[in-house]
């Protein structure tokens, strides 16, 4: 049962392109998060995801920043217009469900890099 | 507030010595506190948590105390090992129909010397 599968691992990007980053959860899991991490601080929440809905999107920067996890494929993050602080390694966590026995697995990460 | 502080923010330590990393809380509706490990260029991995009924866990090197009426926990790692050098988190979690959303400590840099 392959982990959590995040891709690229790394992606560089200038002022002002798109980022996209993919995410698929671990085989059975239907509940993906993402969190956000900058350089020498902890995670941050960004979204949570059931199948084709959002769920909780408190964490996701009001502009710029959308997320989706359609029926069939991963789950994407996409940064428009990517700015030198988006710079950061983004992480995503499935689960089975959710509730009291539920862990959640991370990916890698996706290292995004703002030149 | 949904706020999570952690201490220290880097820990150096002999090999066969106790790393303790402290972290306290402020939202008494956490039910779940998980500790994660993080190696360079990977992501985090859940070492060991516990339940807010329970006042200390152990799971091999590894022990979670919890003051419930501090709203403080921390992790031991007893005889560490150049092997736990690594980026230790604590977090905090709501678990319920909106997800089990995490929060997390600013995170502890552990090194282990030789």
């Known amino acids: 049962n392959a982990g959590v599968m995040q891709n690229p691992r790394h992606l560089v990007r200038r002022r002002g392109q798109e980022a996209r980053l993919r995410c698929s959860p671990m085989k059975g899991h239907s509940h993906v998060y993402w969190y956000r991490q900058l350089p020498e601080e902890g995670l941050k929440f960004m979204v949570y995801l059931q199948k084709e809905n959002i769920i909780d999107e408190s964490g996701m920067p009001k502009e710029r920043f959308s997320a989706e996890f359609p029926k069939e494929g991963p789950s994407i993050l996409r940064i428009q217009q990517v700015v030198r602080g988006d710079s950061a390694a983004y992480f995503c966590?499935?689960?089975?469900?959710?509730?009291?026995?539920?862990?959640?697995?991370f990916g890698q990460g996706t290292r995004l890099t703002v030149v | 507030q949904q706020q999570v502080k952690q201490s220290p923010q880097s820990l150096i330590v002999q090999k066969g010595g106790i790393s303790i990393i402290n972290c306290a809380y402020e939202?008494?509706?956490?039910?779940?506190f998980p500790w994660y490990q993080q190696f360079p260029g990977k992501g985090p991995a859940l070492l060991i948590a516990i339940r807010p009924d329970v006042s200390e866990k152990k799971e091999g090197r590894f022990t979670i105390s919890f003051n419930k009426s501090a709203k403080q926990f921390s992790l031991h790692i007893m005889d560490s090992q150049p092997g736990d050098s690594a980026t230790y988190f604590c977090?905090?979690?709501?678990?319920?129909?909106?997800?089990?959303?995490?929060?997390f400590g600013g995170g502890t840099r552990v090194l282990v010397k030789p």
């Open positions: 966590a499935s689960s089975p469900t959710w509730g009291a026995e539920t862990e959640a697995f």
């Open positions: 977090a905090a979690e709501l678990r319920g129909a909106a997800g089990n959303k995490l929060t």
């Open positions: 939202n008494t509706a956490f039910d779940y």
